[in-house]
């Protein structure tokens, strides 16, 4: 299996607290969420094992408002955050899918298996193409 590294902050912007969610492959939206719970950094993949959706209302809004709680604001599911354990709603007893990392030189280094990077989208001007007419 191989692995491919993604930085994606330093450790010390981390809050007890709060999340913060981050879009490794540049899609546009958050596909991952970290998160500090009683003193231990903790890292998700942004879905919900109910609908596959992702879980913040806006952006880095995972929490509830005390911080104890991981939500799912689609219907409002609770996960603990040390596991990621859904203990309300739709998906009960299911999990957040924990991903693995590590901390380089002080960053946060999501270590993603197997994750496809999609080739960038590259604008290409439309072009208007005239027929040249036949020469007679
Ligand atoms: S999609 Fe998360 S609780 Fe339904």
Known sequence: MTLRDFPLCRVD???EGQARGFDPLQRGKDSVFAL?????????RNSCPHLDVRLEY?????????????VC????????PGTGECVYG?????KLEALPWRVEEGWLVLQMPGMKVAPRRVEVSRLTIHRIPDRD
């Open 13 to 15: 912007e981390l809050v």
């Open 36 to 44: 500090v719970h009683e003193g231990q950094l903790r890292l998700y």
């Open 58 to 70: 806006r952006k880095d809004r995972f929490l509830s408002a005390d911080g104890q709680l991981i």
């Open 73 to 80: 604001y689609a219907h409002g599911a609770q996960f603990l």
């Open 90 to 94: 739709p998906c009960l007893g299911q």
